[in-house]
Every structure is written in C-alpha cells, then in structure tokens.
C-alpha cells in the first residue's frame, strides 16, 4: 500500500473513533443532564404540591378559626346581654355552631390528625360553653342581670378554655404548616 494512503487511511479511523468517543461522551454527558434535570423536576412538582396542600390547610384552618371566634361572638353577646332575650339568641348559637361544625369538616379533611383532634376540643369547648352558658339561665329565670354577673366563676372557666383550645389549635395549626411559632404565647 502506498504509504499516502495509508496515512489517509489511519487518519480518517482516528477521526471516525475520535467522533465516535466525542459522540458517546456527548451522549453520556447529555443523559445525566436529562436525568438530573427530571430529578429536579419532580422535585419542583413535590414543593409545589406541598405549598399547595400547605395552603390548602392554612385556608381550612382560618376558616375553621373565624367560625369559631363567630361563635365565640355569639356566646359573649349572650353572656353579656340582660336581660337575655331567648329565642333569638339561641337561633344565633346554632347558626354560629353550625357553622364551626362545617369549617370543622374541612380541618378533618385536611389534616393532619393532630390538628383535627384539636380542632375537635375547640369545637367541644365551644358546645360545652352553649351548654354552660344555658344553665346559668336556667337556674335564674326571669332574672334581668347578665349571665356572665350571675355565675362569675363559670364565665371565667369558660374563657379560660376558649383561650387553652385557640393556643393548642394554633399551635398545631403551625406545627402542621411549618411555621414558627411565636416566641412566647400568653397565658391566660
């Protein structure tokens, strides 16, 4: 062979293997971008949907909390009003309770357990205040003082539990959101 030929013929097989090394380099190179660029992406869809359920969550709960101070609305007019004019009122508190009880459903959907279950103690504080707060009336019928001068200490009781059940669900609420809690709460 002519050594023209030859030296063409070693040069194109080195430039074929040089191609084809650049080529599957090329390739190797590419694929872990590709590979790394779907791990961001799923990652990018897993934050997205966490803020999402997140927000989802912190809805339910503000809900849930402006039920509740509804109610609570309700049972101070109550406790404050003299005479207490029956019917009316009692009409508001079950409008208000039902209310909670709906937003509740939604903390129940929305999770996690822990919330719920505290979401359930605010709910129960709230019926055992209505309750409360109906007993007092009936003990003094006719009576033309308000509820909350009547039974001093059961009105105190009552606040004391608003306040324990709006802190423990707030707390969970942050907990289950993520967010940082305030640095002190008061206390009652």
Request: glycine content about 6%.
């Amino acid at each position: 062979m002519n050594a023209t030929v030859a030296v063409a013929l070693i040069t194109s097989l080195s430039t074929l293997a040089a191609a084809a090394l650049t080529g599957m380099v090329s390739a190797w190179s590419n694929g872990r971008q590709l590979r790394h660029q779907r791990l961001l992406a799923r990652e990018q869809q897993a934050e997205e949907r966490g803020a999402q359920r997140r927000e989802l969550r912190r809805e339910a709960y503000q809900q849930f909390l402006s039920q509740a101070d509804a109610a609570y609305r309700v049972l101070d007019e109550g406790w404050l009003a003299a005479p207490f004019a029956g019917s009316s009122r009692w009409e508001a508190g079950f409008t208000a309770r039902r209310g909670l009880d709906e937003a509740y459903i939604r903390v129940q959907l929305e999770g996690p357990d822990r919330v719920a279950a505290e979401g359930a103690n605010v709910v129960r504080s709230i019926g055992d205040e209505f309750r409360t707060h109906r007993r007092v009336l009936d003990a003094n019928p006719g009576t033309q003082d308000c509820a909350a001068e009547l039974d001093r200490a059961a009105r105190a009781d009552v606040l004391r539990a608003r306040f324990r059940t709006s802190k423990d669900f707030v707390a969970a609420a942050r907990d289950s959101l993520g967010d940082e809690p305030p640095r002190e709460l008061p206390e009652a």
